[in-house]
């Protein structure tokens, strides 16, 4: 999957892989092909066709208002928008200082080349990390798991926490995040 993503970046129409070569999984994927190796006519090689999806949504640190953004750690983010047609970035932060790639020790730089709509949307992450900022918010996602087992329940859950609330700050008020005692918990 990832080699069909930077493939998918590269602009390139597929990318050979190893290791699936007589696995079922080439009976179920028509992205998958077994061609010729034209280099060594006597191999077989499975080929796959890139991913460019129609959007990428990443969750930032921080962001300036030109698109550079810093997502936390070190992943692969640039190759997935660079794959992505459209590249959407929530960020905890919006600077007006322009971000370089030097302002990303430990962290993923993306180019305001490969983005193309920034939101300020702070606790955006929520309710998983977002690097040091934040914790997991472990009580929240027991509750979503519990929840993700039965279908009646499940809907109750989407009811409440994402079709019940007007936009993004009423669903922090919900979960308790901007309860001051509540994000004390999460090691805000």
Same mark, same amino acid.
């Given at each position: 999957?990832?080699?069909?993503? $930077? ?5 390139? =129409? /597929?990318v050979a ?14 992205? @998958? ?5 034209? /280099?060594?006519?006597?191999? *077989?090689?499975?080929? #796959? ?6 959007? #990428?949504? /990443?969750h930032a @640190? !921080? ?8 997502? =936390?750690? @070190? +992943? ?6 660079? #794959? #992505? +047609? +459209? ?5 905890? %932060?919006? &600077? ?5 790639? +030097? ?5 993923? /730089? ?16 929520? =309710? ?13 996602? &027991? %509750? ?8 009646? *329940?499940? !809907?109750?859950?989407?009811? &409440? ?8 700050? %009423?669903?922090? $008020? ?7 005692? &509540?994000? !004390?918990?999460?090691?805000?």
């Open positions: 999957m990832n080699s069909m993503v $930077q493939a998918g970046s590269m602009g390139v =129409p /597929f892989v190893r290791g699936l070569m007589g696995t079922d999984i080439l009976k179920n994927r028509p992205d @998958l092909q077994v061609i010729t190796n034209p /280099f060594h006519p006597e191999e *077989k090689v499975v080929v #796959a066709q890139p991913i460019r999806p129609d959007v #990428a949504v /990443f @640190l !921080k962001a300036d208002r030109w698109g550079n953004t810093l997502t =936390p750690g @070190l +992943r692969d983010d640039l190759m997935m928008a660079r #794959a #992505a +047609r +459209r590249v959407v970035v929530t960020a905890e %932060e919006i &600077r007006d200082k322009e971000l370089t790639i +030097r302002d990303g020790v430990d962290n993923t /730089f993306l180019p305001a080349i490969d983005v193309d709509v920034v939101v300020h949307v702070p606790w955006g992450a929520h =309710p998983c990390a977002c690097g040091l900022l934040y914790n997991l918010d472990d009580a929240h996602l &027991r %509750e979503y798991i519990e929840a993700a087992q039965e279908e009646k *329940k499940f !809907k109750n859950y989407l009811e &409440r926490y994402v079709g019940g609330v007007k936009n993004h700050q %009423e669903y922090l $008020q919900r979960v308790g995040v901007i309860n001051p005692l &509540r994000a !004390k918990k999460i090691n805000v």
